[in-house]
């Protein structure tokens, strides 16, 4: 059988979880009564939340990132590299015509051809890579 006090303490119980649902019904009940003040407080959170947006985005535009242009890549021998001199060509693997990878710090965001601007070169981008294809590629 429950002791004195163990009723006690189911009866406490009881009557702050009773306590609790009441709270909550006559909040539900407020809420329902006036829907337009619910309304008005919900598109002014939502212009808050467009507003916030907007801020976090003008925060991070002027951060300055390293774009890189990659023509090819090859490894080579230590040995090789001492050898080096002025004129020496070394072979790269990308192929003649084939488009260049454009890096954005060292994640490669798209792809290009080189063109001539003033003299002095620049690329033109024929094809970005995806958000999603770039975070399949940071998984692998």
């Not at 009723?7 to 337009?36: F, R, Y």
């Not at 390293?66 to 990308?94: F, H």
């Amino acid at each position: 059988m429950a002791t004195e006090d163990e009723i006690n303490t189911e009866t406490a119980v009881e009557d702050d979880w009773g306590a609790a649902m009441a709270e909550q019904a006559e909040a539900s009940a407020v809420l329902q009564a006036k829907p337009e003040n619910s309304q008005v407080f919900a598109e002014f959170s939502d212009q808050n939340k467009l507003t916030d947006t907007q801020n976090d985005i003008d925060f991070i535009l002027d951060i300055p990132v390293q774009l890189t242009v990659e023509l090819g890549r090859t490894k080579i021998a230590i040995k090789n590299l001492l050898q080096l001199a002025q004129g020496s060509v070394v072979e790269l693997d990308g192929m003649a015509g084939e488009p260049m990878d454009v890096l954005v710090n060292g994640c490669l965001i798209a792809q290009g051809e080189v063109v001539v601007v003033n003299d002095k070169f620049g690329i033109r981008l024929t094809d970005i890579i995806t958000p999603a294809e770039r975070i399949r590629k940071l998984n692998k």
